[in-house]
C-alpha cells in the first residue's frame, strides 16, 4: 500500500487564512513542512480520502491525476474535509479523458443529502450520473474495488449528523486506521479494535489541539493522542511494526513542525507533513 498524505492542517489552514498571530506568521517565514493545507489522504493513486477546499492545490502541488481515482471516502461534512461543489465540475464539458469516469463515494446519509442541498444549482445530469453514492451505516463493512472498509463513529458531531473514522484493508491485506476528525472514542469502537484479527501497518492520529490538554472533546492533542495508541497496543490492535503518525494540526495547538517532532519523538509517534509518502 502506497499512502501519500496530500493536507495536514486543520479547517483554517497553517498559515490560517484570516490570522496574524504569531504562529502563523512564523510558519509563513520557515515554510517547508510549516506550511499545512486542509487535510486530505490519497491511497494507491485511486482512493481518495476527503475532499477539501484545498484539493485543486493537492493536484497541482503533487502532481496528481484525480482522474483516476476510482472511490472517495467522506468522514464528515465540515468544510474542510467535505467540498461538495468541487464535484460539480467533474464531468460533462469540464472534463475529458478521465481514467475513470465514475466515482464511487462512500459517505453518511446526511453528507450525501448535503452534497445535494449545496450543489443542486449547479450540478448537470451527465455529470451526476457518473457519482455513485454509498450510503454508509457504522461498522457495516463494505467493498470499495480492492479495498475493505470499515466506517466507525467518530465522537466529534452533534447526533444529527454520522461523522465516521475508517478501517482500510487492501488487496494485500495491508491495514490503515484513519482516525480523523474524532475524541476519545466510544466503547463499541474499542471493542472493534479490540476484535482486530491482526495488527493494523499504520494509524493516523487526531492532533488538533497539539499541545492543548483535550479534556476529551470533538479533537485530541499530541498527549491524547499517545494515549490512543497505547490502548490499542494493549488491545493488540497495534504492536511494534506498527507505524504511528500524528495528523491533522491547528495553529491553536501551539506547536510548529520542528516542536511537534520534539515533543512526538519520546513518544515513539511520527509527524505528518504535506506530501509525506509512506509504503507498507
Not at 170 to 176: S, T
Request: net charge negative; with cysteine; aromatic share 10%.
Amino acid at each position: 500500500m502506497h499512502f501519500q498524505y496530500l493536507g495536514t492542517a486543520a479547517a483554517e489552514g497553517w498559515p490560517a487564512v484570516f490570522c496574524n498571530c504569531p504562529l502563523c506568521k512564523r510558519a509563513a517565514l520557515l515554510g517547508g513542512r510549516n506550511i499545512r493545507t486542509r487535510s486530505q489522504a490519497l491511497i494507491n493513486k485511486d482512493l481518495l480520502i476527503d475532499l477539501p477546499p484545498d484539493t485543486y492545490m493537492h493536484k497541482l502541488t503533487h502532481g496528481l491525476d484525480l482522474t483516476a481515482v476510482r472511490y472517495l471516502l467522506v468522514t464528515h461534512m465540515h468544510m474542510d474535509h467535505f467540498y461538495p461543489q468541487e464535484l460539480t465540475v467533474r464531468g460533462s464539458g469540464y472534463s475529458h479523458d478521465m481514467v475513470s469516469p465514475d466515482l464511487n463515494i462512500f459517505c453518511a446519509q446526511e453528507t450525501k443529502d448535503y452534497f445535494y442541498q449545496v450543489s443542486k444549482d449547479e450540478l448537470d445530469a451527465e455529470s451526476d450520473r457518473h457519482l455513485i453514492w454509498n450510503v454508509l451505516k457504522p461498522f457495516e463493512t463494505v467493498q470499495a474495488g480492492p479495498y475493505t472498509v470499515t466506517p466507525l463513529p467518530a465522537s466529534h458531531m452533534s447526533d444529527r449528523n454520522q461523522p465516521f473514522i475508517y478501517h482500510i484493508t487492501d488487496r494485500e491485506g495491508k491495514q490503515v486506521l484513519y482516525l480523523h476528525d474524532s475524541g476519545w472514542y466510544e466503547d463499541d469502537v474499542w471493542d472493534y479494535f479490540a476484535g482486530l484479527s491482526k495488527p493494523v501497518d499504520m494509524i493516523s492520529l487526531d492532533s488538533t489541539n497539539g499541545a492543548i490538554e483535550s479534556h476529551r472533546g470533538h479533537h485530541m492533542g499530541v498527549s491524547e493522542a499517545a494515549e490512543v495508541r497505547d490502548r490499542l497496543r494493549e488491545l493488540g490492535a497495534i504492536d511494534d511494526h506498527t507505524r504511528c503518525f500524528l495528523n491533522h494540526f491547528s495553529h491553536n495547538g501551539g506547536l510548529l513542525y520542528d516542536d511537534l517532532t520534539a515533543k512526538a519523538a519520546p513518544l515513539d509517534l511520527e509527524v505528518s507533513y504535506d506530501g509525506m509518502e509512506i509504503d507498507l
